[in-house]
């Protein structure tokens, strides 16, 4: 199989993620649970991986990293725990439903919602979210990279147009955290949301959140903390404030893994890697008749993501030919992102996203680009 779905999840992991979570199910107990020796390993760890978020996303305190099970719980938190009714929000067109499904039940509680559109090119700018602000406006939420069209957009001066108001900057980093650079302080973010099993590399239910330091969020869910057990109200201090329950240890220690992998390799040689197959790609299929791409393919420093349809042909059936006839694997349908499919017109027919990791090779996207021309000739 060839696979060129890593924007749903990486799948070819480093040998030493596999390697740290075998060897995390044999050894680790329940992480701040007990004061032998396999729960104080586990606590350890886990504060470990911590540090090395932390580091990676410049941020100023390990304690503001909270850990989750992926961006979808991390992305709910932050919606529900910031926003309150008379509240109004700014998000656009290309977030996935982790972010618009919660802010539809927030409307339901009275908090205003703004939806940028996009551009021709699938692209949303700084000076859209500055035009949309209101008296009330406490929050600028957006992925920081489409999962759809794998557009970039400019967070940084995003967040520095909240910063200068007082409005807090929320960002969704699934399809960019262990590719791009971020630097939550350089670039004005007050809460970054990331999964774990995308272009972090790491195992599936890990995630996390960081939240500026100075910036409450409400838990989404309070238990069990490990600490101030006869208290009526969950602890408030992070980041065990939003952290009730068992944490995936298991998981977060091949995360930790994964993170020091991705430190040795550099995120400058993977991220023009991927791009530089990405570039051969849409090349190879951008001129072919009856192919539509879909993004903003002005700049090369974006997602290595291509998403395309051929002529009328529903997404579905050239995603199972791809796979049935040439072993190609790669995620048709609507993305989770229906905002963006009805700015495309493609909400019938969907689309079908190639997208692409460091671990293909030219040879893969060669039979790529093949395969796609026959099924439109």
């Given at each position: 199989?060839?696979?060129?779905?890593?924007?749903?999840?990486?799948?070819?992991?480093?040998?030493?993620?596999?390697?740290?979570?075998?060897?995390?199910?044999?050894?680790?107990?329940?992480?701040?649970?007990?004061?032998?020796?396999?729960?104080l390993d586990a606590s350890r760890n886990i504060y470990g991986v911590r540090e090395r978020i932390a580091d990676f996303f410049h941020g100023e305190d390990p304690s503001r990293i909270a850990f989750t099970s992926n961006s979808t719980e991390s992305l709910n938190t932050a919606?529900?725990?910031?926003?309150?009714?008379?509240?109004?929000?700014?998000?656009?067109?290309?977030?996935?439903?982790?972010?618009?499904?919660?802010?539809?039940?927030?409307?339901?509680?009275?908090?205003?919602?703004?939806?940028?559109?996009?551009?021709?090119?699938?692209?949303?700018?700084?000076?859209?979210?500055?035009?949309?602000?209101?008296?009330?406006?406490?929050?600028?939420?957006?992925?920081?990279?489409?999962?759809?069209?794998?557009?970039?957009?400019?967070?940084?001066?995003?967040?520095?147009?909240?910063?200068?108001?007082?409005?807090?900057?929320?960002?969704?980093?699934?399809?960019?955290?262990?590719?791009?650079?971020?630097?939550?302080?350089?670039?004005?973010?007050?809460?970054?949301?990331?999964?774990?099993?995308?272009?972090?590399?790491?195992?599936?239910?890990?995630?996390?959140?960081?939240?500026?330091?100075?910036?409450?969020?409400?838990?989404?869910?309070?238990?069990?903390?490990?600490?101030?057990t006869f208290e009526k109200k969950h602890p408030s201090q992070m980041p065990t404030a939003l952290e009730a329950g068992t944490l995936n240890g298991h998981g977060l220690a091949g995360l930790g893994a994964a993170v020091d992998y991705l430190n040795r390799q550099g995120l400058?040689?993977?991220?023009?890697?991927?791009?530089?197959?990405?570039?051969?790609?849409?090349?190879?299929?951008?001129?072919?008749?009856?192919?539509?791409?879909?993004?903003?393919?002005?700049?090369?420093?974006?997602?290595?993501?291509?998403?395309?349809?051929?002529?009328?042909?529903?997404?579905?059936?050239?995603?199972?030919?791809?796979?049935?006839?040439?072993?190609?694997?790669?995620?048709?349908?609507?993305?989770?992102?229906?905002?963006?499919?009805?700015?495309?017109?493609?909400?019938?027919?969907?689309?079908?996203?190639?997208?692409?990791?460091?671990?293909?090779?030219?040879?893969?996207?060669?039979?790529?680009?093949?395969?796609?021309?026959?099924?439109?000739?």
């Open positions: 199989m060839i696979y060129f779905d890593n924007a749903a999840t990486t799948m070819h992991k480093p040998e030493t993620v596999i390697h740290a979570v075998a060897q995390a199910l044999n050894s680790l107990g329940n992480a701040g649970r007990g004061a032998h020796e396999a729960s919606v529900k725990g910031i926003l309150k009714p008379g509240d109004h929000v700014v998000t656009t067109v290309l977030e996935h439903n982790s972010v618009l499904r919660p802010l539809y039940e927030m409307e339901e509680k009275r908090v205003e919602v703004t939806i940028l559109p996009c551009d021709e090119y699938g692209m949303v700018y700084p000076e859209d979210f500055t035009r949309a602000i209101r008296p009330n406006t406490k929050a600028f939420i957006c992925t920081h990279g489409s999962n759809l069209t794998g557009n970039v957009l400019d967070v940084q001066s995003i967040g520095a147009a909240a910063r200068e108001r007082g409005i807090l900057s929320v960002v969704d980093a699934s399809q960019t955290a262990g590719v791009f650079d971020i630097d939550v302080q350089k670039m004005n973010i007050d809460i970054l949301c990331f999964t774990g099993h995308k272009g972090l590399l790491g195992p599936q239910g890990t995630g996390g959140m960081y939240v500026r330091a100075g910036v409450n969020v409400r838990p989404l869910k309070s238990g069990g903390s490990g600490i101030k400058s040689f993977i991220r023009a890697k991927e791009q530089a197959l990405m570039k051969k790609f849409y090349l190879g299929v951008r001129d072919i008749p009856g192919v539509k791409v879909y993004g903003d393919f002005r700049t090369m420093d974006r997602c290595a993501i291509v998403t395309l349809n051929i002529r009328d042909y529903d997404s579905g059936e050239v995603g199972d030919a791809l796979y049935m006839d040439y072993g190609i694997a790669t995620r048709t349908g609507a993305h989770c992102a229906p905002l963006m499919h009805q700015a495309l017109g493609t909400t019938e027919q969907g689309a079908v996203r190639f997208s692409f990791s460091h671990f293909n090779t030219e040879e893969e996207i060669q039979r790529g680009i093949e395969a796609v021309r026959e099924l439109a000739e």
